[in-house]
């Protein structure tokens, strides 16, 4: 895994994300390891408080206080960058990575024209004059699509439409060549034929200068389609991490199993989507053992006590007990329908 | 084939009773003139928004008809007036054969509205956050004096509660210590209370995980299936309007393009507009198809395109597209605006998004 040439870019490894509340610590990311190759796009799943944008935001050094890396380690290109003062990774942030956030309108100034925007930061981390930044500014509207780029380079965000703000937002991304691109749900503001054309410009772009892209949405279609990789995360842990196809098609991990069944699907249509009973605990709820014991169909007694590692289940990995060789223990209710 | 399981959600459309629910050339049209618009975009002269601009619609009692499209093609407005939240600038909406925009004394109003009830897209929004779950979903039960007595009111809430699968005991609750899915369940209950025939959906997953998705839409699959209700559903997930739906209405820029049974749609879809958003459906199969990245994006309603507002992005456009509007007409077994396919230009064609 570690020969030189597809030595990881990004290597995260039991990342750890606490928040001190009046009534304790809230751990929100727990013991999360993954890493990601050059040009490789590994997508992150799971629903809504998962730790999925809170994982980004660790990486990218953007956590809101007091929200802190309490344990673990990020390595960029080997470089270890979750310890570094502020001004030192906010250049690593413009420079080596880029940040694509859900809505466009967060990353954007109303009040500066969209070329002003992109040549300010173009020039805030490359030595580029005036005339060269404008250019490069220019080439990178082009790249990502942008009609009559020259004519949109005065205007201002407002008048963008959604989609043409998402590129825009994603070429000021790109402007200093960032080696990773961390996207917390960019298209998920989206209409479908949109986002289409969304995902299709990042693939290019990972293609074609061998970007790394963490790629977060709840969205599995999106995953389908663009993701080399999938993790999915439940209750701030990874549930299962593995190749794209292994996971959309053939999941090891009960809940992963149901989050594929519960999409519904045109042509298979029936009265009933497969669903997963109950919600995912909150931060202050978590029960001992395996998160999701709660809602498993295939929980044991040994679920309830002991919280499983990711472990090698099938094609992917799983954090679930039924890979281990002793199992999950007497079981804990009569199974149901398989999820 | 795929479709010998058609479940008891999905009738078949009725064409002899008289619908629940009639649109006659509904039109809705808003006024975003300067000064409110010069703060957002540039001074311009007076602007029309053509959020809905003639639209026939008629559902049939029991099933579930679905309005699909992008963002701002005006499904919401078309949701907005069928329950009154705006007035139609033209049109009529007819409902059980009544017309709802007659004059009517008070109480004879409150008798047709107690009927339809509507699902907002957030659930966050639409419950009043210093009110106990109970007074919520007692609220319409009140209003409309459902109840004779504080008893009967209590075994009404709680029996809703128990439909949409929360306990009696999260009534004295607020709706903020509920997730996302419990506080759509919640506005379910509430707008069950008056015992409606209608209910008008918009959007009512969308804020919602996939997960929590699927409880939703079965919960309102066998609601429909107990109390024999009727739907208007609005997504823009075409997977989602897939399952649920009996027909489905596609919109672009205010007005209907297509409408056609579920099945008939998604197999042989007809309009050029229609096939570009199945077009664009994610391949979860990973089959290997590529969605068709669409070229351009809606235009502004407030100067639609003349003739058929469709012809910048479509790829049969000719002249007469660029100056004549289509008119919703019947082809084959839908109904569609295009010359192309009035022409014989555009023949149907079966497509693959159905699984076989
Ligand atoms: N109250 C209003 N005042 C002015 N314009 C409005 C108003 N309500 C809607 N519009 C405009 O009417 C058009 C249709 O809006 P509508 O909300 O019906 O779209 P939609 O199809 O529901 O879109 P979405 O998928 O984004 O919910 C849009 O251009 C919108 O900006
Ligand atoms: N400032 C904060 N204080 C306390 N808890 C927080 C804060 N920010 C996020 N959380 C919690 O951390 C968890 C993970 O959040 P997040 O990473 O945003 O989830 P996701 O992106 O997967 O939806 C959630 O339970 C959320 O409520
Ligand atoms: S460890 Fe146990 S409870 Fe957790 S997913 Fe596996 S079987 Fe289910
Ligand atoms: S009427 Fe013309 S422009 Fe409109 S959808 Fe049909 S072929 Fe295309
Ligand atoms: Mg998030
Ligand atoms: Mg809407």
Redo the contacts between chains.
């Keep these: 895994m570690t020969s030189l040439a597809n030595a990881p870019l990004l290597e995260v490894s039991h990342l750890r994300v606490e928040f001190p509340t009046r009534r304790g610590t809230l751990v929100a990311v727990d013991d999360v390891s993954f890493d990601i190759a050059p040009g490789e796009v590994l997508g992150v799943v799971g629903e809504s408080g998962a730790g999925k944008s809170l994982t980004g935001a660790a990486i990218i050094g953007l956590l809101e206080p007091p929200g802190r890396i309490a344990g673990g380690e990020i390595r960029l290109e080997g470089e270890r960058i979750d310890n570094l003062p502020y001004e030192k990774m906010r250049r690593i942030r413009g420079a080596r990575i880029g940040a694509i956030f859900q809505d466009p309108l967060t990353s954007l100034n109303p009040l500066y024209t969209v070329g002003r925007q992109l040549v300010e930061t173009i020039q805030t981390h490359l030595p580029l004059a005036a005339s060269a930044a404008r250019a490069r500014a220019l080439e990178l509207l082009k790249e990502v699509g942008i009609p009559a780029a020259e004519a949109r380079f005065e205007h201002y965000p407002h008048q963008f439409s959604g989609g043409m703000r998402q590129r825009v937002v994603i070429a000021l991304a790109l402007c200093a060549n960032p080696r990773l691109i961390v996207a917390d749900e960019p298209t998920t503001a989206l209409d479908v034929s949109i986002q289409a054309q969304i995902i299709a410009l990042l693939k290019k772009l990972c293609r074609e200068h061998r970007t790394a892209v963490m790629l977060v949405t709840h969205d599995m279609g999106v995953i389908a389609e663009t993701a080399d990789r999938v993790a999915v995360m439940y209750a701030g842990r990874l549930a299962e991490i593995g190749p794209v196809r292994d996971v959309v098609k053939q999941a090891a991990h009960p809940y992963t199993r149901g989050l594929m069944g519960s999409i519904p699907s045109i042509g298979e249509r029936s009265h009933r989507l497969t669903q997963i009973e109950g919600s995912m605990p909150r931060l202050t709820e978590i029960p001992p053992g395996c998160a999701f014991n709660p809602r498993c169909p295939h929980a044991g007694q040994r679920c309830t006590r002991e919280r499983p590692d990711l472990m090698p289940a099938g094609r992917t990995r799983a954090a679930c007990w039924l890979y281990d060789p002793q199992g999950v223990g007497a079981p804990l209710r009569a199974e149901t329908v398989d999820a | 084939m ?2 010998t ?5 999905r009738p078949a459309p009725q064409a002899a009773a008289r619908p629940l629910l009639r649109l006659e050339r509904l039109k809705r049209h808003f006024d975003v003139s300067p000064p409110w618009l010069a703060r ?3 001074r311009k002269p007076r602007a029309i928004v053509q959020a809905v601009d003639g639209v026939d619609i008629e559902i049939a009692r029991g099933e579930t008809f679905s309005l699909v499209g ?2 701002g093609c005006g499904k919401s407005t078309v949701a907005r007036l069928v329950v009154g939240l705006y007035p139609p600038t033209a049109g009529r909406i007819e409902f059980d054969g009544a017309d709802m925009g007659a004059r009517r004394g008070r109480a004879e109003m409150a008798a047709i509205r107690r009927r339809m009830q509507m699902i907002f897209q957030d659930p966050y929004a639409s419950l009043n956050p210093r009110w106990r779950v109970f007074d919520i979903i007692a609220e319409p039960i009140r209003a409309f004096g459902l109840a004779k007595s504080g008893q009967e009111i209590r075994q009404r809430v709680e029996g809703l509660l128990r439909q949409v699968r929360l306990t009696p005991a999260d009534g004295v609750k607020y709706p903020h210590e509920f ?4 506080r759509q369940r919640i506005s379910i209950a509430r707008a069950l209370a008056s015992r409606p025939e209608f209910l008008v959906c918009d959007e009512p997953t969308s804020a919602l ?7 939703i ?2 919960l309102m ?1 066998e609601l429909q ?1 107990d109390f024999g209700l009727t739907y208007l559903f609005i997504s ?5 309007v ?2 649920i739906s009996t027909r489905v209405g596609v919109m672009y820029l205010g007005r209907l393009v297509e409408v056609a049974a579920t099945d008939t749609l ?1 197999r042989r879809p007809r309009h050029p507009y229609t096939r ?2 199945l077009d ?7 089959t290997g198809r590529r ?4 070229a351009g ?2 235009p502004s309603p407030i100067n639609p395109p003349a003739g058929c507002a469709f012809h910048p992005r479509c790829p049969f456009a000719n002249d007469r597209c660029r100056r004549e509007r289509p008119e919703l007409l019947a082809a084959g077994e839908t109904r569609v605006a295009c010359h192309a396919v009035e022409e014989g230009r555009l023949p149907a064609e079966e497509r693959s ?4």
């Design positions: 795929p479709d399981g058609v479940p008891v959600t957002v975009l540039e992008e963002s997730s996302g899915g419990q995980d996939v997960s929590v998705q699927a409880q839409l079965n699959m299936r823009h997930n075409l997977a989602v897939y399952h998604f570009m958003l664009t459906i994610p391949d979860l199969e990973m969605r068709a990245p669409v994006e809606v998004y159905v699984r076989a």
